[in-house]
């Protein structure tokens, strides 16, 4: 299905049906028409929300399809162009009307207020936005948005000849599961080398947008970007501070416990040191787990696992296919990754990644399911701000998911093989852990030091790489390589700052999965029941209503660590 022809979820009463939203003086006026509107009640004031949520929507959709095609093919001018041309041209003009309308709702909502338990995180961010908003930003930011696009285009042109065929590096990373250790060498260094001829230009990109970024801080008049992103984020429940001993607590508790899992590795592969072509393979030298040969049969099994969940998400997931919302397998100019983003006048999920048939994949569809399923359980709420949480939460929503469907990957496996993925996939759990620190603490060095000179960032990164678990492979003749090696995380060029919500997530997921194997239907209800609340609660009690602790203490980790070490070693 034509994305733009799909049925709105409910009928528009204030923005006209034939209205163009990539036409910038149609979408003015109707966000003038907002503006100009007198309101002399707390019911009007509501009327008045739930048109702007109704605009906000419409045009939150109209940016998300232009995405999508752009993402689905970054070497196509007809997809890519008019994705340009919106960011250069809508936004910029959207921006400073917001900024009137965060200012009229705040002022007239002293004259009517509304309930204030329904209401008080709407208002605590509208607030936050108000302070942050600089009309001499809206440029900068543009930039930056172009800058993330150039960043897609050069990572989906990424191609290698290898094994006889042009290949894309999802594709050629098939070739690091390969029993045969020069293959997967040689897999990993062509991949690595062609990354390497596109580093200047990445370099260049990331220097502007850091630059962009941090006049954008300054012009808001803040210390840093930290200070600035962390507003941006609506981050009210933890500090760049608590950052900071999420880093130390992991260093101290997790990667320990990567090492033992490194250790075990090096020990079943007989080998003196383990290389960077050696951390995906299979350590007892089995070939790679083949969960589908189509990614047609992805689908269908995924489908059975979430019918074995729970039967209303199998039939949300049905709703997906049926519907078109799934773009999953990879080829020539597609962007890099995975995500899932909502079409939020239609309030129904679309679902991209990069599938070539190896265990990752159905991780990662598990992984994008938990996102579908979030928007879908809050799709309800009137108010489009609502119909979203924060980061933190959402990504608990996904990684949740794949731990609850990973319970049914006899779906895609063999009893041996189910013990073998469900074995590597704690195994990525630990990492994650360890990887959301290390990226983490890498950006706070970023944005703490401004004045850095590209030389001093690729020291600062390969120092934090070995700090969080690096000093465990040998990189003896690779050491341009490995300096570079954080290009590969979008999330650092496109997303800044964002990468503590996975391990953040990470945690509130093991306590669900702790919770699930005591109780699995009331584990289930609870994490239903919190995505359903959507972002119209404060973070700590979504977690609390999934009955967990929002909290990344010492106290709370050592435990859930503890635990999945004791599975981990069940699974050899």
């Given amino acids: 299905m034509d994305l733009a022809q799909l049925p709105a979820y409910q009928q528009r009463t204030f923005v006209p049906e034939a209205a163009d939203l990539t036409d910038v003086k149609i979408v003015k006026d109707l966000y003038q028409k907002l503006l100009d509107r007198p309101i002399y009640s707390s019911q009007e004031l509501q009327e008045w929300l739930l048109e702007r949520s109704e605009l906000d929507a419409a045009l939150n959709q109209t940016a998300s399809i232009l995405y999508i095609h752009m993402t689905c093919h970054t070497d196509d001018p007809q997809s890519a162009g008019p994705y ?6 809508v936004p910029p003009a959207v921006k400073p009307l917001n900024d009137e309308l965060n200012r009229k709702y705040l002022k007239i909502l002293k004259s009517y207020p509304l309930d204030a338990s329904r209401y008080q995180v709407y208002n605590r961010a509208t607030a936050t936005d108000v302070d942050l908003f600089i009309e001499a930003n809206v440029p900068l930011q543009t930039k930056v948005d172009l800058l993330s696009q150039e960043y897609q285009t050069v990572c989906g042109a990424m191609t290698v000849d290898f094994d006889g065929k042009e290949q894309t590096m999802p594709q050629i990373a098939k070739y690091l599961l390969e029993p045969a250790r020069q293959k997967r060498e040689d897999a990993w260094r062509a991949m690595t080398k062609r990354r390497m001829a596109d580093k200047d230009r990445l370099e260049h990109i990331f220097d502007e947008m850091f630059k962009d970024r941090c006049q954008i801080a300054a012009n808001a008049r803040m210390n840093n970007f930290i200070e600035y992103q962390f507003r941006a984020y609506h981050r009210f429940d933890y500090t760049p501070s608590d950052c900071k001993k999420y880093h130390e607590t992991v260093e101290k508790l997790v990667v320990p416990l990567y090492s033992e899992i490194l250790k075990k590795r090096r020990q079943e592969m007989k080998l003196k040191s383990l290389r960077p072509w050696d951390m995906a393979v299979d350590p007892q030298g089995r070939k790679p787990l083949k969960p589908f040969e189509k990614v047609s049969d992805l689908t269908v099994k995924t489908q059975k696992i979430f019918n074995d969940l729970d039967n209303e998400l199998g039939s949300q997931f049905q709703q997906m296919k049926n519907l078109g919302l799934l773009d999953l397998e990879s080829h020539k100019g597609k962007a890099p990754g995975g995500y899932q983003n909502t079409l939020s006048e239609a309030r129904r999920p679309f679902i991209f990644m990069n599938a070539v048939g190896v265990d990752d994949d159905v991780r990662t569809l598990l992984h994008e399911g938990g996102h579908a399923f979030h928007a879908l359980a809050c799709a309800q709420d009137p108010l489009l701000d609502y119909r979203h ?65 590209p030389h001093e960032r690729r020291q600062a990164w390969v120092s934090f790489y070995q700090q969080f678990g690096g000093k465990f492979l040998d990189w003896q003749d690779l050491k341009e390589e490995q300096a570079y090696l954080w290009h590969r995380q979008l999330h650092i060029f496109e997303v ?34 919190s995505l359903s ?39 050899w």
Avoid at 524 to 529: E, I, K, M, P, Q
Avoid at 538 to 555: H, N, V
């Fill in 533 to 571: 609340l959507g972002g119209s609660r404060p973070l700590p009690e979504l977690y609390e209503a999934a009955g967990i602790k929002f909290d990344f203490s010492q106290e709370l980790i050592k435990p859930l660590v503890d635990e999945v070490y004791k599975e981990w070693s069940k699974l």
């Fill in 84 to 89: 340009t041309q919106f960011i250069q041209t």
């Fill in 389 to 453: 949480a924060p980061m933190e939460f959402c990504e608990l929503a996904s990684m949740a998911m794949e731990l609850l469907g990973g319970q049914y990957m006899d779906e895609f496996y063999t009893l041996e093989d189910t013990k073998r993925s469900n074995r590597e996939h704690l195994e990525s759990m630990v990492h994650i852990l360890v990887w959301a620190a290390n990226i983490d603490a890498f950006q706070h060095w970023l944005y703490e030091h401004p004045n850095h000179s």
């Fill in 496 to 529: 800044p700052l964002y990468y503590i919500e996975y391990g953040i997530a990470q945690l509130g997921a093991l306590q669900l999965w702790l919770k699930a194997k005591k109780d699995p239907k009331k584990a289930l209800a609870d994490y239903r029941h």
